[in-house]
């Protein structure tokens, strides 16, 4: 069953930028794009047990921390090596302050 | 000469790398890959690190075996290259094979240096660079009590977390006056070996071994290091005996020019390579380093696709221990001025050149928290960029300001 749930603040998120959300035991990243929209992927980069949340936001892209494997968040596209696989991504939508993604629970 | 055949010496990231942008950038022709290990190409980092705690099961391999045959790349493993015929393109191989080319990378890596001391025929010395290197060392690490390491850089030291984590006493010996004096701030050094020293680890500085035998190490000082197991990681050696033997240049690496040639045809990549960088007064640089090894790799094979770009990334490597992760980009300038940020957990420091001009830069923290600002820090360091030091000191103004 799908359910949204809250992930964070909109405030917590810098323009640009992602925050860690954990979650019955998963792990996400939420991210802020340049033009204020929300996006949620795994945490996990595709890659490596790095988790994106330390990575690097630039326009659409993330880039792992460890292993600068790219990806565009809004999609979860593998931008090219030494990432293959792409992220799964997740719905988001904004209800006031919050930040809410839908996960099959 | 074959049609536009391609032959690739050396299987590790380099040449894996390599392979792949080749076919991406559009050639046609055969490639093939030339790797003198048994194993489906894989990645040296986690040797070190979870492979020898356990975290980590079974090698991980660089591509899937399925990535090759759709790129059409052929893997020969288990086969040497035994010399290089200049004059007739061709690549002698252990098999008794020979392989034509038109052009020829050489990607053969670095080897451990030994440890040659009195004794040292007598006992077993590990080191710690390959699959087989770690096959030796998994079951010895599982039966010993004390291990001594020489050689407090960077593969010393997490092999003595790995260690650590597996319950062995630890001792790290390092004939200078302090761990990782080869490349990483002094500051943050000083914290590792703290956190080392926390975690049980004896760090001996300034002394030299002197022989070793089954009870241990003796000291150039006279004391002895008991250990029923030796590491010795100090460092390796570019491999460029083929090079030598095909009168190619070597001079602390296999020489190339910016489009990492090295001669008509023949180009080389990863830890054998020296190269001028164009970033550091084209000062000649060999990095060690996984990232290095991938970037060069990639823009080795789109040059001998033919797209002729100059290389010019920013050199970065990182290092796990314990809980900690240490992230460097650049190359650490002779007389530079250093610049320390201190914020909630995380240490880094920064050199800029005479000119103000940020030419390397180094951070720790726990887990990847260090990462992002050594991107940021590359990213300024590519663009030649000399960033205000108050505000690479201002824990409060965010660093990605700085590349607006």
Known sequence: MAEWIRACGVDDIDTEDVVRFDHGGRTFAIYRSPDDKFYATDGHCTHEQAHLADGFVMDSIIECPKHNGRFDYRTGAAKGAPVCVNLATYPVRVDGDHVLIELTV | ?404
């Open chain 2, 1 to 404: 000469m074959a049609s536009d055949a391609a032959v690739i010496i050396g299987a590790g990231f380099a040449g894996v790398s390599a392979a792949f942008a080749m076919r991406e950038a559009g050639h046609a022709g055969p490639i093939t890959i030339v790797g003198d290990e048994a194993h489906l190409p894989y990645e040296r980092p986690p040797l070190s690190k979870g492979l020898l705690t356990g975290s980590h099961t079974g090698l991980m391999p660089i591509r899937k075996a399925a990535d090759y045959a759709v790129a059409g790349i052929a893997l020969t493993t288990g086969a040497s290259a035994t010399g290089i015929d200049r004059d007739r393109w061709r690549v002698e191989l252990s098999t008794g094979h020979a392989l034509a080319y038109d052009r020829l990378l050489l990607a053969t890596g670095a080897a451990p240096r030994r440890l040659d001391l009195p004794g040292s025929d007598a006992v077993t010395i590990h080191t710690l660079r390959n699959a087989a290197d770690l096959a030796r060392l998994q079951p010895a690490f599982a039966g010993a009590r004390r291990l001594a390491i020489v050689g407090g850089g960077l593969i010393g030291l997490e092999l003595a977390a790995a260690a650590r984590q597996r319950g062995l006493a630890v001792t790290v010996i390092e004939a200078g006056p302090r761990v990782l004096g080869r490349g990483v701030p002094e500051a943050l050094a000083s914290v590792l070996a703290e956190t080392h020293r926390s975690n049980g680890v004896t760090i001996l500085t300034g002394v030299a071994p002197a022989s070793v035998s089954a009870a241990g190490v003796a000291l150039s000082d006279g004391r002895l290091v008991e250990a029923d197991t030796i590491i010795a990681a100090i460092g390796v050696t570019p491999r460029t005996a083929l090079a030598e033997q095909a009168g190619l240049a070597v001079a602390g690496g296999i020489v190339t020019d910016n489009m990492l040639q090295v001669a008509e045809g023949i180009f080389a990549a990863g830890d054998c390579a020296i190269s001028a960088h164009p970033l550091f007064d084209d000062a000649m640089v060999r990095l060690e380093s996984w990232q290095s090894a991938g970037d060069y790799g990639v823009a080795a094979g789109r040059n001998m696709a033919g797209q002729g770009q100059p290389i010019g990334v920013v050199p970065w490597m990182w290092s796990d221990q314990y809980d900690l992760g240490l992230y460097t980009a650049g190359v650490p300038a002779a007389g530079a001025t250093t610049v320390d940020r201190i914020e909630d957990g995380l240490v880094t420091q920064f050199q800029l050149d005479p000119s103000g001009r940020l030419v390397g830069a180094a951070s720790l923290g726990s887990g990847t928290s260090a990462s992002r600002g050594i991107k940021i820090a590359s990213r300024l360091i590519a663009a030649r960029a000399a960033p205000d030091p108050g505000h690479l000191a201002d824990p409060s103004r965010p660093l990605k300001a700085l590349l607006q």
